[in-house]
């Protein structure tokens, strides 16, 4: 069994969404060293957004589900990994043509963001490779219910980021954004992909891992 972290390590220079949201940072609210103080204890902000993070139906969808709601088999289980290079945009040709194989329910993308290290650079690239409405529509016909992509959103730049997410969630799908799939070849893995319980949240950061071969 191998453990594969793909979560990107939040720091305050990680970028955010068209570089306006608010991202991370943490105060110290008590600190060793400083006097009376006997522990270190922090307060942290951070953007929902922010980092490798869950989108749940709340974010697009009026009624839709928070994350505490979501049924914890969605973010735990077999997923598969698809390479999708030289795209702008990941069309219902190209998820046809991946290779996904019949069964699967949970799909991350593994684009041009990642050759291009676009989730490094610190200023928001609003060129990423994102999701069309028509590969969201193929993965909403095809009974997926969790998507993956390696940058800030599953939507590309642009008017079609909502339709993208509005399918997708309307769905019921959760997707999973900002993965780091450098080092991870395409393939079969167990996902696990879990947020902190905080109630009523349409997003949140959270820890990501592909496990290769069997648990043990
Ligand atoms: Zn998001």
């Known amino acids: 069994m191998k453990i594969h972290d793909i979560s990107f390590a939040v720091s305050e220079k990680t970028v955010t969404w068209d570089n306006t949201e608010q991202g ?50 969605t973010l735990v289980g077999p997923a598969q990994v698809v390479e999708i290079f030289g795209r702008d945009q990941v069309t219902s040709a190209d998820l046809e043509g991946a290779g996904i194989t019949w ?77 780091v799939l450098d080092n991870i070849a395409p393939g079969k893995y167990t996902l696990i992909a879990l947020p902190p319980k905080f109630q009523g949240l349409e997003g949140s950061p959270c820890r990501a891992l592909l496990i290769e071969g069997e648990i043990t």
């Not at 008590?30 to 204890?41: D, H, K, P, T, W």
Request: net charge negative; hydrophobic share 40%.
């Open 103 to 179: 069964g699967t329910v949970r799909v991350l993308l593994k684009t041009d963001n990642t050759r291009l290290r676009r989730k490094d650079n610190p200023h928001f690239d609003s060129g990423y490779v994102g999701l069309a409405p028509s590969g969201a529509q193929w993965l909403a016909s095809h009974g997926i219910r969790l998507v993956g992509i390696d940058y800030l959103s599953i939507g590309p730049y642009g008017p079609m980021n909502t339709e993208t997410h509005k399918i997708v969630l309307g769905a019921g799908m959760v997707v999973v954004e900002t993965l």
């Open 24 to 73: 991370f940072s943490k105060v110290w609210t008590s600190e060793l060293g400083n006097l009376g103080a006997s522990c270190n204890v922090s307060v942290l902000t951070t953007g929902t957004h922010t980092g490798t993070h869950l989108d749940a139906p709340l974010h697009f969808i009026p009624e839709g589900m928070s994350l505490d709601a979501l049924d914890l088999s």
